[in-house]
């Protein structure tokens, strides 16, 4: 779990992730795990921002609740601030919201506090992966409402779904699929579940 081979290619760290052992109320998957390998994180981070090196990016804003994790690792190694773009209903300060579907098809609602986004700010906007593409979408309609600029999106996984494919198209992206795993991805079952070990 902890070792790091000698040969990092890009996404080597993707077999690290964990398969749903629980059903069909959770997610497929548990990309949660790789951040537990230091040099896994750090290699994440990196394939992340690799299309951004010549962005000006002000600020970085990670989704709740796992985007907090990556997008503080991103802001980190850019040397920027973090933003969190929370649930509704936590943060103490006024708030803009906006609702949206998530990917289990929920109606929820996220909050951004109003005294940090700022009309030119370019803001580089990091969840931990995009299914349905529903709350990276409302999160870019949230920080564009308060008149700031995505500079892009950046996430584990994009899946090419309606939603995913609207970002891709829309927005500069990210993500650390290489293209021979994509539709593995986008069948929600990776070939490194068969020697998983729990």
Same mark, same amino acid.
């Given at each position: 779990?902890?070792?790091?081979?000698?040969?990092?290619?890009?996404?080597?760290?993707?077999?690290?992730?964990?398969?749903?052992?629980?059903?069909?109320?959770?997610?497929?998957?548990?990309?949660?795990?790789?951040?537990?390998?230091s040099?896994?994180?750090?290699?994440?981070?990196?394939d992340?921002?690799?299309?951004?090196?010549?962005?000006?990016?002000?600020?970085?804003?990670?989704?709740?609740?796992? *985007?907090?994790?990556?997008? /503080?690792?991103?802001? @980190?190694?850019? $040397? &920027?601030?973090?933003?969190?773009?929370? +649930?509704?209903? =936590?943060?103490?300060?006024?708030?803009?919201n906006?609702?949206?579907?998530?990917?289990?098809?929920?109606?929820?609602?996220?909050?951004?506090?109003?005294?940090?986004?700022?009309?030119?700010?370019?803001?580089?906007?990091?969840?931990?992966?995009?299914e349905?593409?529903?709350?990276?979408?409302?999160?870019?309609?949230?920080?564009?409402?308060?008149?700031?600029?995505?500079? *892009?999106?950046?996430?584990? /996984?994009?899946?090419? @779904?309606?939603? $995913? &494919?609207?970002?891709?198209?829309?927005? +500069?992206?990210? =993500?650390?699929?290489?293209?021979?795993?994509?539709?593995?991805?986008?069948q929600?079952?990776?070939?490194?579940?068969?020697?998983?070990?729990?």
């Amino acid at each position: 779990m902890l070792a790091v081979p000698a040969d990092r290619h890009k996404g080597w760290y993707l077999s690290l992730m964990a398969p749903n052992t629980k059903g069909p109320m959770f997610a497929w998957l548990d990309p949660s795990r790789l951040y537990c390998n230091s040099q896994a994180l750090a290699d994440c981070v990196k394939d992340l921002l690799s299309p951004f090196h010549n962005d000006t990016i002000d600020l970085v804003a990670g989704i709740d609740a796992m *985007g907090f994790i990556l997008g /503080a690792s991103v802001a @980190t190694t850019l $040397g &920027k601030g973090f933003l969190a773009v929370r +649930k509704a209903g =936590h943060l103490c300060v006024k708030t803009q919201n906006q609702s949206y579907t998530d990917y289990t098809g929920r109606e929820k609602t996220m909050e951004v506090r109003l005294d940090v986004l700022k009309p030119g700010m370019r803001v580089l906007l990091v969840d931990q992966w995009i299914e349905t593409g529903g709350t990276m979408k409302a999160a870019i309609q949230l920080v564009e409402r308060l008149g700031a600029t995505v500079v *892009g999106v950046a996430a584990v /996984a994009i899946e090419n @779904t309606e939603g $995913g &494919k609207w970002i891709k198209e829309n927005y +500069k992206f990210s =993500h650390c699929i290489p293209e021979e795993l994509q539709s593995q991805i986008d069948q929600k079952y990776l070939e490194s579940f068969k020697s998983f070990n729990n």
